[in-house]
């Protein structure tokens, strides 16, 4: 499975990686922090390659565990099954879901990944409710100008 198929929020795994990376790069190009690091490590933040809301697809190893709290540590193992992952790279990708991973982020690149990246769950999540209840209002007002018409 890739992460252009899994479901996050509104889009896909594949697309927020590239918003967050993105996003994350140019702030610290601006701040004059790592970006190269931080374009990488925020790519691989999510590569867990599963869609965890269908039953049986979470990682075994991790069952007990909230998809909120395992998923950093499955995408560090995949990150570093593929790719040479420097400990910068690889404290943004465990740490971007901090405060769930209780241990805070060791450097200002994670940080600044860290928040990007709920920026951007945030404003997914927001775009699909609207849209979800804007078709809803849409549906309810067809409906109401149908029953209109049939009186
Ligand atoms: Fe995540
Ligand atoms: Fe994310």
Redesign the pocket.
């Known amino acids: 499975m890739q992460s252009k198929d899994i479901r996050h929020h509104e889009g896909s795994i594949f697309e927020h990686s590239l918003e967050v990376s993105f996003r994350s790069y140019k702030i610290a190009k601006k701040l004059k922090m790592d970006y190269r690091a931080i374009a990488r490590g925020a790519l691989l933040?999510?590569f867990f390659l599963y869609d965890w809301r269908t039953k049986g697809n979470r990682n075994l190893k991790y069952l007990k565990e909230s998809h909120a709290v395992s998923?950093?540590r499955v995408?560090l193992e995949n990150a570093r099954k593929y790719f040479d992952v420097s400990d910068m790279e690889a404290d943004i990708i465990k740490k971007?879901?901090f405060p769930t991973t209780i241990v805070p982020p060791k450097y200002k690149e994670s940080w600044i990944v860290t928040m990007v990246?709920k920026y951007y769950a945030v404003k997914e999540y927001q775009e699909g409710f609207f849209r979800k209840h804007s078709l809803q209002l849409r549906f309810y007002q067809l409906q109401q100008t149908l029953s209109f018409l049939t009186v």
Do not use: K, R
Request: proline residues 12%.
């Open positions: 933040h999510d998923h950093p995408a971007h879901m990246d």
